[in-house]
């Protein structure tokens, strides 16, 4: 894959907010799994992300750890 390829994922699934949350919405795993392939990507070459682009995908992958481990939290029984 070339890197115009790579930049359109980022472009379209991640970076686009609308897309991204539609997609973090249905399967937040996929959307980490991007993110990953992404940075997997960049640092092999395949990519040349610009710092920018680096960072955000460093905020937003945070982000959705964030809310994957929030929804895997045991909910605790309650005692009466």
């Known amino acids: 894959m070339g890197t115009g390829i790579w930049e359109t994922v980022a472009k379209r699934f991640i970076f686009d907010a609308e897309m991204r949350q539609r997609l973090q919405a249905n399967n937040p795993y996929a959307v980490a799994e991007i993110i ?3 940075g997997e990507a960049d640092y092999r070459g395949y990519w040349q992300a610009t710092k920018n682009d680096r960072n955000q995908l460093k905020d937003i992958y945070h982000d959705i750890e964030s809310q994957i481990e929030q929804a895997q939290q045991p909910v ?3 005692t009466q």
Do not use: D, G, I, V
């Open 76 to 78: 605790p029984l309650l």
């Open 36 to 38: 990953r392939k992404l």
